[in-house]
């Protein structure tokens, strides 16, 4: 047996004994639900930097497989994001490609387009478009799941890895067929659903994929029913890696502005369904909020309140980080100076001074222990 492979199923015995012995998580939230799901589609895909060149007809890039046109795209806000660095690492006849084409459902990578790629796949501008592409996909998997009658949020993540490999088609078609089976008595379960997926002929050819992501979300904490929230009008904390900021209550509206990271505290205005309105650095659009908290009892907030500064991110790079921590600490050690916005940001427990408490707070913050004020 490879190591790759006894790594891997050491990994899998001991998310199954963790799911055993530990007590099962109740009350808990889609957000908890599409993080379970990003860690398994993790597994099973590749990095921040993997191409392969041909996938079944077309390339596939970065840590959740992106195929296709869906590769494509992901590329197209990379480049956007630092064009002169694209630029550099791709040529301009790949960049120009890349900014014009409409489709890729047929394009394979050279070589030597394969090694271009993986540089640019290795950027912070890169790692940042894919944290936040694949949060949205997984939650959008996760609400499809919602919306065929999923309620177990193990029965959810199973098939969110399933989307994600094979198509929301062929996940709708599993769920449907659960559904025409004397099995639906019991609803739509992970038994039942990993049943079904082992039958289709699509989700069925990956047979190993199937059996390591049933074994993974048998293990899961999570008991009964995922939790049904309803929202309302207040100070909220944003539990997303990257929360997108749209235009409208939707999925379906443009962006209005720059994603939200971790920790971002908010005032919601106003609420349609799962989203809620917000002011951020004096532009006006939508959250959505299953994946926020709501911050000291949801107190109601005013029209003209703003998106918060990011407490902890030192450095100002959008997210609070192990590196953010290192500088606080050495500020507070006197071997670094911070400017006025970095000292507001490093002061974790807002008493003015920078301190080695700080640091420890914010390194905490960082591996999602605390949530700062």
């Known amino acids: 047996m490879k190591k790759k492979t006894k790594r891997f199923l050491c990994v899998i015995l001991t998310l ?44 596939s890039l970065g840590k959740v497989g992106w195929h296709g046109t869906r590769a494509l795209n992901l590329m197209k806000t990379i480049v956007n994001s630092n064009k002169a660095q694209a630029l550099s690492m791709l040529g301009e006849n790949f960049v120009n490609e890349i900014l014009t084409a409409s489709q890729w459902d047929t394009r394979i990578f050279t070589d030597t387009e394969k090694q271009a790629a993986q540089k640019l796949l290795g950027t912070d501008e890169s790692k940042k478009a894919q944290d936040e592409l694949a949060y949205t996909d997984i939650g959008s998997y996760i609400n499809h799941g919602m919306s065929l009658g999923i309620t177990s949020g193990k029965a959810l993540v199973f098939f969110a890895d399933v989307e994600n490999q094979c198509g929301s088609g062929v996940s709708a078609r599993i769920a449907e067929a659960v559904k025409g089976s004397a099995e639906y008595k019991d609803g739509l379960t992970l038994d039942n659903l990993f049943k079904a997926s082992l039958a289709d002929k699509t989700a069925g050819s990956s047979e190993t994929r199937r059996n390591s992501a049933y074994t993974y979300c048998k293990a899961l904490s999570f008991s009964g029913d995922v939790e049904k929230e309803e929202f309302s009008t207040g100070k909220y904390i944003t539990t997303a890696s990257y929360l997108r900021f749209r235009k409208g209550p939707g999925t379906q509206y443009d962006e209005a502005g720059s994603s939200l990271p971790y920790g971002t505290r908010v005032t919601v205005t106003k609420v349609s369904g799962d989203w809620g309105q917000i002011t951020c650095g004096g532009v006006t659009g939508w959250i959505n909020l299953l994946y926020a908290e709501p911050e000291n009892g949801s107190a109601t907030g005013s029209e003209d309140d703003t998106a918060s500064v990011l407490i902890g991110d030192v450095n100002g790079s959008g997210k609070v980080e192990a590196s953010d921590a290192r500088k606080a600490l050495r500020a507070s050690a006197k071997l670094d100076s911070l400017t006025a916005d970095e000292e507001k940001r490093a002061d974790a427990d807002g008493d003015g001074k920078i301190t080695a408490k700080d640091a420890r707070l914010i390194l905490r913050a960082a591996a999602r222990l605390e949530n700062l004020s």
């Open 16 to 59: 199954f004994l963790l799911g055993a012995f530990l007590p099962a998580v109740s009350g808990y939230k889609v957000s908890d639900v599409t993080e379970a799901a990003l860690e398994l589609i993790y597994k099973h895909e590749g990095t921040y930097t993997s191409v392969v060149s041909n996938d079944n007809g077309a390339v």
